[in-house]
């Protein structure tokens, strides 16, 4: 069973609309959670981070923890043709400290103008 | 500021070469990372220095060879690779000691012929 699991997409949404992405992950004890974007033959960019139950908005983004559920999404408001990327979610498995990170495979988001 | 650097942008190496991906961050970071990734999935750990010290070795093969000269350097030399080993290599640093998410340098577009 892989660790975070995120549907790969393609994931369409128009312009202006709110884009919802989600992640589970199988490891109860992870405590920590992470989400980066990656455009096109870039980097990964840490665009959010979330270590508590509960929402964290930072401008048009807002993380969501559940942690009974075992699911963490993020939502970006206002969506814009920018905002076209890979996002991936990525935690820390419990029993390997939090220096190692597990991945999921990515959902890829496209803002359709 | 979160900047990672990584040298050089681009390499295209044979596979009897012996060449060198380097990487600095002067962030004070504690920890610091070489992934692989490969189109369309994730980054792959590959090695983490915690500390200077080699704390994770995913069991990557010993054609390639990290390097922590101190703490805002990190090297990984390449030598006799395989066409399979193109990808895009990526450096990440971490603070450590608590503080755990990991800030990527735009990475070295390894081309082996």
């Known amino acids: 069973q892989k660790e975070v699991e995120q549907n790969s997409g393609p994931l369409s949404v128009p312009e202006g609309a709110i884009a919802s992405l989600n992640c589970t992950y199988s490891?109860?004890?992870?405590?920590?959670f992470f989400w980066y974007r990656q455009y096109s033959g870039k980097s990964p960019e840490l665009i959010m981070f979330?270590?508590?139950?509960g929402d964290k908005e930072d401008g048009r983004f807002t993380a969501q923890l559940n942690k009974a559920s075992q699911y963490v999404s993020l939502l970006i408001r206002d969506s814009q043709p920018s905002d076209s990327a890979t996002y991936l979610c990525?935690?820390?498995?419990?029993?390997?400290?939090?220096?190692?990170?597990?991945f999921g495979t990515g959902t890829r988001l496209t803002i359709i103008p | 500021d979160t900047e990672v650097t990584q040298t050089p942008k681009h390499l295209v190496m044979g596979m009897t070469n012996k060449k060198s991906l380097k990487c600095e961050q002067h962030?004070?970071?504690?920890?610091m990372y070489w992934y692989k990734q490969k189109a369309k999935k994730p980054p792959e750990l590959m090695f983490v220095?915690?500390?200077?010290?080699?704390?994770i070795n995913e069991s990557v093969p010993s054609r390639f060879s990290p390097e922590c000269p101190n703490s805002s350097l990190l090297n990984l030399h390449l030598h006799a690779l395989q066409p399979e080993d193109s990808a895009l290599y990526l450096c990440?640093?971490?603070?450590?000691?608590?503080?755990?998410?990991?800030?990527f340098g735009p990475g070295t577009r390894l081309t082996v012929t």
């Open positions: 990440a640093s971490s603070q450590g000691q608590g503080s755990y998410e990991q800030y």
């Open positions: 490891d109860r004890g992870s405590q920590s």
């Open positions: 979330i270590y508590s139950n």
């Open positions: 990525a935690a820390p498995p419990f029993n390997f400290g939090n220096e190692k990170l597990t």
């Open positions: 962030m004070g970071h504690r920890a």
């Open positions: 220095y915690s500390y200077e010290k080699l704390s």
